[in-house]
Nanobody
Framework: QLQLVESGGGLVQPGGSLRLSCAASGFTLDDYAIGWFRQTPGKEREGVLCISASGGSTRYADSVKGRFTISRDNAKNTVYLQMNSLKPEDTAIYYC??????????????????WGKGTLVTVSS
């Protein structure tokens, strides 16, 4: 079964950090661009970060630049989202998604092929 599973969400105080993981099973991530997205009730889903299959290119939403970092470990078939200096407005369900681009450096985080079920991040004191 092909799937993505997010983990690492939870409750954190403002200014704190969390690291989310996105693990693939049933397929290898080597050929896939990976995106992290987030959504809160009543709002449209927002693209947060994108990393190319090669890992050589990344794109960050302005709202998270300087605070969030995306990385990938293809040997572990996992992509990570390191979130620092968290703010209450970062509270959301975070999803990872994958799109087959071949082993390219192309940033392609639209029309994704696979989605995880999400993990909840709550930033609150």
């Amino acid at each position: 079964q092909l799937q993505l599973v997010e983990s690492g969400g939870g409750l954190v105080q403002p200014g704190g950090s969390l690291r989310l993981s996105c693990a693939a099973s049933g397929f290898t991530l080597d050929d896939y661009a990976i995106g992290w997205f987030r959504q809160t009730p009543g709002k449209e889903r927002e693209g947060v970060l994108c990393i190319s299959a090669s890992g050589g290119s990344t794109r960050y939403a302005d709202s998270v630049k300087g605070r969030f970092t995306i990385s990938r470990d293809n040997a572990k078939n996992t992509v990570y989202l390191q979130m620092n200096s968290l703010k209450p407005e970062d509270t959301a369900i975070y999803y990872c998604a994958a799109r087959n681009t071949g082993r390219s450096n192309r940033l392609a985080c639209a029309n994704m092929d696979y989605w995880g079920k999400g993990t909840l991040v709550t930033v609150s004191s």
